[in-house]
T-cell receptor, first 111, second 114 residues
Framework: EAGVTQSPRYAVLQEGQAVSFWCDPI?????LYWYQQPRDQGPQLLVY????????NSQLPSDRFSAVRPKGTNSTLKIQSAKQGDTATYLC?????????FGKGTRLTVV | GEQVEQLPSILRVQERSSASINCTYE??????FPWYKQEPGENPKLIID?????ERKQIQGLIVLLDKKAKRFSLHITDTQPADSAMYFC?????????????FGKGTLLTVTP
């Protein structure tokens, strides 16, 4: 079974630039999550979806971050006007009933 | 919400000894407690989990204990090997169906020396 697939694996931006991350969850998983993992810290939830609906985006910095999952399958997380503090690995995860499975993430560096 | 504290942040043990990591949580409604192992550049991988209807679970050399009254859970790795060296994260969630809003601890860097 294919795991959670993310692209790109790495991104380097200057402050003020925009970037999009793409996630393909495990087939059949109706719930999809985006987490931010700063270096040497645990993942922190940004937003999660059940099918195409946002269930919780309370931790998503709404002025610069946005996330969509229009058909309830793939998802895109976008950062407008990146800041150095956004430097982190962005992990996508998906779940059926039972457990949460993570992709390998996109490692973002903002210089 | 939920907050999870994880200790120790760094743990160094000798091969074939045991390693223990402890976590506490705040929300008494949390009912699902997974443990993830993360190696450098890799995704967090689920290694064992426990639900609130259990107090103990073992998968081979991994043991998880849950004390709901104390809001505390722990991972014990028996007979450690150098391949067990990695970051370990605990998490807690009030789960339902396929919704798992996981709150993670800050992680424990385990090093197993030969």
């Amino acid at each position: 079974e294919a795991g959670v697939t993310q692209s790109p694996r790495y991104a380097v931006l200057q402050e003020g630039q925009a970037v999009s991350f793409w996630c393909d969850p495990i087939s059949g998983h109706d719930t999809l999550y985006w987490y931010q993992q700063p270096r040497d810290q645990g993942p922190q939830l940004l937003v999660y979806f059940r099918d195409e609906a946002v269930i919780d985006n309370s931790q998503l910095p709404s002025d610069r971050f946005s996330a969509v999952r229009p058909k309830g399958t793939n998802s895109t997380l976008k950062i407008q006007s990146a800041k150095q503090g956004d430097t982190a690995t962005y992990l996508c995860a998906s779940s059926p009933p039972g457990a949460v499975f993570f992709g390998k993430g996109t490692r973002l560096t903002v210089v | 919400g939920e907050q999870v504290e994880q200790l120790p942040s760094i743990l160094r043990v000798q091969e074939r000894s045991s390693a223990s990591i402890n976590c506490t949580y705040e929300n008494s409604a949390s009912n699902y407690f997974p443990w993830y192992k993360q190696e450098p550049g890799e995704n967090p991988k689920l290694i064992i989990d426990i639900r609130s209807n259990m107090e103990r679970k073992q998968i081979q050399g991994l043991i998880v204990l849950l004390d709901k009254k104390a809001k505390r859970f722990s991972l014990h790795i028996t007979d450690t090997q150098p391949a067990d060296s990695a970051m370990y994260f605990c998490a807690a969630s009030k789960s339902g169906g396929s919704n798992y809003k996981l709150t993670f601890g800050k992680g424990t860097l385990l090093t197993v020396t030969p």
